[in-house]
């Protein structure tokens, strides 16, 4: 089992920016793709970005690219994602997640672990 805890989400204004942190336990970090979803009320959770276990490839969702950064240290157990430019529409609960592949996972369902969430609101 894996566990996944998130941090850094928050209330910030249009054009601001947060960071987000997911601390992992209980499994080895480095051998597990991560990625980062989103879901808002009313919405399917979608896959934000998400990063091979080497951080060494990443993908990012068209409505982030350019915005958003996603990261890793394995030394720490930790995946991060840097959001530039909010919007109102990026307001919704980011959760992070990891998969027993090591590739960059942009199948929602290749995920195995995931975390509670953190909630991110962005005002106009």
């Known amino acids: 089992q894996m566990y996944l805890v998130e941090s850094g989400g928050g209330l910030v204004q249009a054009g601001g920016s947060l960071r987000l942190s997911c601390q992992a336990s209980?499994?080895?970090?480095?051998?597990?793709?991560m990625g980062w979803f989103r879901q808002a009320p009313g919405k399917e959770r979608e896959l934000v970005a998400a990063?091979?276990?080497?951080?060494?490839?990443?993908y990012y969702a068209q409505s982030v690219k350019g915005r958003f950064t996603i990261s890793r240290d394995n030394a720490k157990s930790s995946v991060y994602l840097e959001m530039n430019s909010l919007k109102p529409e990026d307001t919704a609960v980011y959760y992070c997640?990891?998969?027993?592949?090591?590739?960059?996972?942009?199948?929602?369902?290749?995920?195995?672990?995931w975390g509670q969430g953190t909630q991110v609101t962005v005002s106009s």
């Open positions: 997640a990891a998969s027993e592949y090591t590739m960059v996972v942009t199948t929602t369902s290749w995920y195995n672990y």
């Open positions: 209980g499994r080895t970090f480095s051998n597990y793709g």
């Open positions: 990063i091979d276990s080497y951080a060494d490839k990443t």
